[in-house]
């Protein structure tokens, strides 16, 4: 019974301890109809961006709560281009990859952000560009994932923010 006690102690104190080190964040997409490229082959351009909110939101709050423990990060996402472009097949299995090549174009998201400390004090605030020349050296080894360039931008720019 002692053991017992003990154990439920230590993860009490873990679960108080692991929940007040979790940074927050908050996102917000600004007139997401007309952002420059964002498409699935087997989605409406509406179902298309309800996808691209829910996994890039999920993709921030996730890097905020690794990177920026106790902080507020408040995001608002202004543009995105989508990493290369559409596939001319057929739709099909693959239907929602997108071809990057040498020709293809680098993921682009415009961004506006702050961050606050415990306090509520705004240490860093900014509105930045984001995008990645070499994303196709990073491609090749990830898991399949039509969003990974994106998702890969947002989690290297949140890990190099201001603390």
Same mark, same amino acid.
């Given at each position: 019974?002692?053991?017992?006690?003990?154990?439920?102690?230590?993860?009490?104190?873990?679960?108080?301890?692991?929940?007040?080190?979790?940074? %927050?964040?908050?996102?917000?997409?600004?007139?997401?109809?007309?952002?420059?490229?964002?498409?699935?082959? %087997?989605?409406?351009?509406?179902?298309?961006?309800?996808?691209?909110?829910?996994?890039?939101?999920?993709?921030?709050?996730?890097?905020?709560?690794?990177?920026?423990?106790?902080y507020q990060l408040d995001v608002q996402?202004?543009?995105?281009?989508?990493?290369?472009?559409e596939a001319f097949e057929r739709p099909g299995f693959?239907?929602?990859?997108?071809?990057?090549?040498?020709?293809?174009?680098?993921?682009?998201?415009?961004?506006?952000?702050?961050?606050?400390?415990?306090?509520?004090?705004?240490?860093?605030?900014?509105?930045?560009?984001?995008?990645?020349?070499?994303?196709?050296?990073?491609?090749?080894?990830?898991?399949?994932?039509?969003?990974?360039?994106?998702?890969?931008?947002?989690?290297?720019?949140?890990?190099?923010?201001?603390?």
């Amino acid at each position: 019974m002692r053991h017992y006690l003990i154990a439920a102690a230590f993860c009490a104190c873990f679960a108080v301890w692991s929940t007040s080190l979790k940074a %927050s964040a908050r996102v917000e997409y600004v007139h997401p109809e007309s952002f420059t490229d964002v498409s699935f082959r %087997s989605m409406t351009h509406e179902a298309a961006a309800a996808r691209l909110e829910r996994e890039l939101t999920k993709t921030i709050q996730e890097a905020a709560a690794q990177y920026l423990s106790k902080y507020q990060l408040d995001v608002q996402i202004v543009d995105v281009a989508m990493a290369g472009r559409e596939a001319f097949e057929r739709p099909g299995f693959n239907a929602d990859l997108r071809i990057r090549n040498q020709m293809g174009k680098p993921p682009k998201i415009s961004v506006r952000y702050e961050i606050k400390d415990p306090r509520g004090h705004v240490i860093a605030k900014g509105t930045r560009v984001l995008t990645d020349l070499s994303y196709q050296l990073d491609y090749a080894n990830s898991e399949i994932d039509a969003l990974y360039p994106e998702k890969q931008l947002l989690r290297r720019w949140i890990r190099d923010l201001p603390r």
